[in-house]
């Protein structure tokens, strides 16, 4: 067998036998996954639009910071 396949099976035991040993753990998981899907997630945020300066003068953001102008 391959050394990755013999890391394969080690990792598949490891999680059998934490399944096994914490059974609430895996109903909490699964119930948490499934909120998840149920409600959906949130999207990202869209990213900051740039000011006018700092369109034209972008070593201005690097100097100032990103928070600056705004």
Do not use: W
Not at 18 to 27: I, S
Not at 44 to 56: G, I, N, S
Request: aromatic letters at 4%.
């Amino acid at each position: 067998m391959s050394e990755i396949g013999v890391r394969g099976l080690y990792r598949a035991l490891a999680e059998h036998a934490k399944r096994e040993a914490y059974p609430e753990a895996v109903e909490a998981a699964h119930a948490d996954f499934a909120a998840l899907q149920a409600g959906g997630l949130p999207s990202p945020r869209p990213a900051r639009v740039l000011t006018a300066e700092e369109r034209v003068n972008p070593v201005n953001l690097l100097v100032n910071g990103p928070q600056a102008g705004t």
